[in-house]
Antibody
């Protein structure tokens, strides 16, 4: 059973870079043609897709964040990571990692499963 | 970007009621539409994928329909555990976008 787990600092200072890692267990991150991605949710607000990465390394970012976002994959550690630079209080949110797609005709592996989420607060 | 407009934004209903939530896409997305349920402090849970396919383990009172630009999530007989916020998601084209959410409250 595939499981995802986010990790990283819960507090980041304004103007610094937010860095999170998602560890995948129960399967290899590179064993199938999957996409892996990040979604965030500010307190009391809705969900926002940040970006996704194909297991081979191709990336797709939300244009609203593209200039500040980098998503990378480390197949040797079965992990993928998020970096968001120049953060402000508006970046305070719960950050989720998830399997966000599959290169196939089937849609059953899109946006499932998710990690449990990690709250990142931007504050000095 | 494809805009996903959910309606209503909030609603109240009683246990046993039939409830329908609508999601409209600003352009056609085929059946690349999923529905999620989120309870306070919890991870979003996928209920429906491919517009109408029921996630394994999700009660059959949940159903989804639609294609193109208009989609619905129906709960045939509300149960106490169904009171939550529901989101639609289009993954037809980048950037993937969620609806703004529908908060379902107890009447």
């Amino acid at each position: 059973q595939l499981q995802l787990q986010e990790s990283g600092p819960g507090l980041v200072k304004p103007s610094e870079t937010l860095s999170l890692t998602c560890t995948v267990s129960g399967g290899s991150i590179s064993s199938s043609s999957y996409y892996w991605g990040w979604i965030r949710q500010p307190p009391g607000k809705g969900l926002e897709w940040i970006g996704s990465i194909y297991y081979s390394g191709s990336t797709y970012y939300n244009p609203s964040l593209k200039s500040r976002v980098t998503i990378s994959v480390d197949t040797s550690k079965n992990q993928f990571s998020l970096k968001l630079s120049s953060v402000t209080a508006a970046d305070t949110a719960v950050y989720y990692c998830a399997r966000t797609g599959e290169l196939s005709l089937y849609l059953d592996n899109w946006f499932d499963p998710w990690g449990q989420g990690t709250l990142v607060t931007v504050s000095s | 970007d494809i805009q996903m407009t959910q309606s209503p934004s909030a609603m109240s209903a009683s246990v046993g009621d039939r409830v329908t939530i609508t999601c409209r896409a600003s352009q056609g997305i085929s059946n690349y539409l999923a529905w999620f349920q989120q309870k306070p402090g919890k991870v979003p849970k996928r209920l429906i994928y491919a517009s109408s396919s029921l996630q394994s383990g999700v009660p059959s009172r949940f159903s989804g329909s639609g294609s193109g630009t208009e989609f619905t999530l129906t709960i045939s007989s509300l149960q106490p555990e169904d009171f939550a916020t529901y989101y639609c998601l289009q993954h037809n084209s980048y950037p993937y976008t969620f609806g703004q959410g529908t908060k379902l409250e107890i009447k």
